[in-house]
């Protein structure tokens, strides 16, 4: 106890100290491995690769490049990439809200149960998930075996896997079980006498929805956004395992210049594209969040 | 008649969808049993050959205890390196609070593949440090972190502190106060904390993929194996088996919630 409080006596007494060293360890990580390993991403975005050494040049070559190179691909990439995720956004928001407001004010008892039970599958590695949804939608697939046992078709239908729309798919119904949470905290904590007061005002159901429990719960839409635009605007797993050469996505260009294509500087002048578009998407979010409410959703 | 329907409907949709997001973990399960070598329908018998044969492979049982290792670490080192920066965000006040809580947010504004290059090029080329569990776990907490600083942060912001005091007072030293009155009612927190961190840890595809030298994780063995399309059954086999681990997991983690 002795040798206890001869250390932390000064640290206690230095305000500075009792505030700055329990801080440190997470801050060192934070600056060491993401924001120094970011502005080394930007530096090499300006240099020059050959073979495996890195020349440094310092020029706009790569950026250009990312608009020229292969005749403007992976431009066109990112735009698909957007165009993707906005899709997931829209579509597993849509998919969970629903949920969310069942489990808020439909369900009385066991909330807690059916919530851990609704989140389960997100719990689950996403290779493991798309692998399992292979045996649904794919060519060998549950989905198939039923329609053939209709005698709705001989074969089996090809077109529900490796298409960009399978990746869509696939991310649409791998986020939305976690999205629920959020948006259910949200409307958890909407006062209900307000709806009995609109209610007896004569507002009908769809009016109550709309001019009620929709605005109420807007904190928690932004924050569901936040959770699946950010990870989904990066993807490139889902397109490798499902989405064949029509699901490609800006990610899958990432990827390759780093892990076959050996163009670094390349690739880190296309990932300081997405860089910006991400966090200017995170910041605006957030700023319309505030952290309590994040913080709440967890 | 309207309310009848909507409210009818809510309830179907509701167990179509718990229906639907289970369909492939259940299947996945199901057919780590069928005695084929093709992934997938027609249903031809029952057999434990593939279980067999993933039980014992060396390699595949090394990624699984490479991943358990990996999850341990990552969920302990983010658990305490969240609950010391929770415990000063929440208790005291001082300029630039809001800027250190939201660096520490910041690695969830990016996708992690950005994170995961930034750090692969970090540690290869100005490092010079090999690829191997360590630079995974240094990935994965990274990530977690911001997790578990949020959940100890909000557990800490709920706290009574006049049970401390109450402590203080009746001649309780700062060690006992402590040991005695705050880390109980923060352990649930710190539970929460871990068992995230150790999930983001075990189901992380993206970080791994980048940080991983030859020893690798459950999911990238399974990623490397459905990409080339090799060895499928045995890796049904392990899937069923991380399927059943987080089953395991989540129970107690309700049972222990529930408690509280």
Redesign the interface.
């Given at each position: 106890?002795s040798i206890?409080n001869r250390i932390l006596k000064p640290i206690r007494k230095s305000?500075k100290l009792?505030?700055g060293i329990?801080?440190s360890?997470?801050?060192f990580?934070?600056m060491f491995?993401?924001?120094?390993?970011?502005g080394?991403?930007v530096i090499?975005s300006f240099w020059d690769m050959v073979g495996t050494r890195?020349i440094p040049v310092w020029d706009f070559h790569n950026y250009v490049d990312v608009f020229t190179r292969a005749g403007g691909m992976y431009t066109g990439l990112l735009a698909k990439s957007l165009g993707m995720s906005a899709l997931v956004t829209v579509g597993s928001i849509a998919?969970a809200y629903?949920?969310a407001?069942?489990?808020s004010l439909?369900i009385e008892k066991y909330k807690?149960?059916w919530l851990?039970?609704?989140m389960?599958?997100y719990?689950?590695?996403?290779?493991?998930?798309?692998?399992?949804?292979?045996?649904?939608i794919?060519?060998?697939?549950?989905l198939?075996?039923v329609i053939m046992s209709l005698g709705l078709t001989s074969e089996p239908m090809s077109w529900m896997w490796n298409n960009w729309w399978t990746v869509v798919f696939l991310l649409i119904?791998g986020w939305?079980?976690w999205l629920v949470f959020p948006m259910f905290v949200s409307l958890e904590k909407i006062d209900k006498s307000l709806l009995e007061a609109a209610a007896d005002l004569g507002a009908n159901?769809?009016k109550r929805f709309l001019k009620i429990t929709l605005p109420l719960s807007s904190p928690g839409l932004l924050v569901a956004t936040?959770f699946v635009l950010?990870?989904?605007?990066?993807?490139?797993?889902t397109p490798?395992?499902a989405g064949g050469s029509q699901g490609v996505m800006y990610?899958n260009a990432?990827?390759a210049s780093?892990?076959s294509m050996m163009a670094?500087p390349f690739?880190?002048a296309l990932?300081i594209f997405?860089?910006i578009i991400?966090?200017t998407v995170?910041?605006m979010l957030?700023r319309m969040i505030s952290?309590e409410k994040?913080?709440?959703s967890? | 008649m309207?309310?009848y329907i909507?409210?009818k409907g809510?309830?179907f949709?509701?167990f179509l969808?718990?229906a639907?997001?289970?369909?492939?973990?259940i299947?996945?399960v199901v057919?780590s049993f069928n005695d084929s070598i093709?992934?997938?329908?027609?249903w031809r018998g029952f057999t434990l050959r593939w279980w067999e044969q993933f039980l014992q492979d060396p390699s595949a049982l090394s990624v699984v205890k490479n991943s358990f290792i990996v999850a341990s670490i990552t969920a302990v080192v983010s658990t305490?390196?969240?609950l010391?920066?929770a415990?000063?965000?929440v208790r005291?006040f001082?300029r630039g609070k809001?800027l250190?809580?939201?660096?520490?947010?910041?690695?969830?504004?990016?996708?992690?593949?950005?994170?995961g290059?930034?750090?692969?090029?970090?540690l290869r080329?100005?490092l010079g440090i090999e690829l191997s569990l360590f630079t995974i776990m240094?990935?994965h907490?990274?990530f977690s972190?911001p997790?578990c600083?949020?959940?100890l942060?909000?557990r800490l912001?709920g706290f009574d502190r006049s049970l401390e005091e109450a402590a203080r007072d009746l001649g309780a030293n700062e060690?006992t106060t402590f040991r005695r009155i705050t880390i109980p009612l923060v352990m649930p927190g710190i539970f929460v904390a871990l068992f995230?961190g150790f999930?983001i840890s075990?189901?992380?595809?993206?970080i791994a993929?980048?940080l991983a030298g030859a020893d690798v994780t459950?999911?990238i063995f399974?990623?490397g194996q459905?990409?080339r399309w090799s060895g499928l059954p045995m890796?049904?086999a392990i899937?069923a088996f991380?399927?059943m681990i987080?089953?395991v997991?989540?129970s107690i983690?309700?049972i222990l919630?529930?408690r509280t």
């Open positions: 106890m206890f305000e009792s505030i329990p801080l360890p997470a801050m990580w934070i491995f993401f924001l120094i390993p970011l080394i991403l090499y890195l998919l629903p949920i407001y069942f489990v439909r807690y149960t851990i039970l609704l389960g599958p719990f689950v590695s996403w290779v493991i998930l798309v692998f399992g949804w292979r045996l649904v794919g060519y060998s697939g549950l198939n075996q119904m939305a079980p159901p769809i936040f950010i990870p989904v605007l990066g993807e490139f797993v490798v395992l990610g990432i990827d780093f892990t670094w690739g880190s990932s997405l860089m991400s966090l995170a910041t957030i952290l994040l913080m709440e967890l | 309207l309310r909507t409210a809510l309830n949709y509701f969808f718990i639907v997001i289970y369909l492939p973990l299947l996945l057919f093709l992934v997938g329908f027609p305490a390196l969240g010391l920066a415990f000063v965000l005291r001082f809001n250190i809580t939201y660096s520490i947010l910041l690695p969830w504004f990016l996708p992690a593949i950005v994170t290059i930034g750090i692969l090029i970090f080329s100005v240094i990935g907490i990274l972190l997790a600083t949020l959940i942060m909000a912001i060690f995230i999930t075990l189901e992380d595809v993206v993929h980048f459950i999911p399974v990623f459905l990409r890796v049904m899937s991380m399927i987080m089953g997991i989540l983690s309700w919630g529930k």
